[in-house]
Nanobody, 127 residues
Framework: QVQLVESGGGLVQAGGSLKLSCAAS????????MAWFRQAPGKEREFVAA????????RVDDSVKGRFTISRDYAKNTAYLQMNSLKPEDTAVYYC????????????????????WGQGTQVTVSS
């Protein structure tokens, strides 16, 4: 089991930046692929970014490519999502997710590929 707690959300003007953090409990963090998803009102949850268990491979959705970066810090048991050049359409609740399968090759782009979820953090981008 792993518990995930997101932080760093808030209200920001278009063009601004935020850095989301996902703190994981336990020693299993380093064995799991991690991801960020988001869900806007009235829309389905969508993939944003993922990072492999080793940190050697990352992927971001085309909608945020060049603006968002995913990373992880094993010493702090924390995953991050750096968000730059934010747009109003980035407004959503952002969720951190952990795969739950040890040393998985690669990562999933769908929410059913992750077994553990945080409670979410709201990001609001004003125009």
């Amino acid at each position: 089991q792993v518990q995930l707690v997101e932080s760093g959300g808030g209200l920001v003007q278009a063009g601004g930046s935020l850095k989301l953090s996902c703190a994981a409990s336990g020693s299993t963090f380093r064995r799991y692929a991690m991801a960020w998803f988001r869900q806007a009102p009235g829309k389905e949850r969508e993939f944003v970014a993922a990072i492999s268990w080793s940190g050697g491979s990352t992927r971001v959705d085309d909608s945020v490519k060049g603006r968002f970066t995913i990373s992880r810090d094993y010493a702090k048991n924390t995953a991050y999502l750096q968000m730059n050049s934010l747009k109003p359409e980035d407004t959503a609740v952002y969720y951190c997710a952990a795969d739950g399968r040890d040393y998985r090759v690669g990562y999933s782009y769908t929410s059913d590929g992750y077994n553990f979820w945080g409670q979410g953090t709201q990001v609001t981008v004003s125009s």
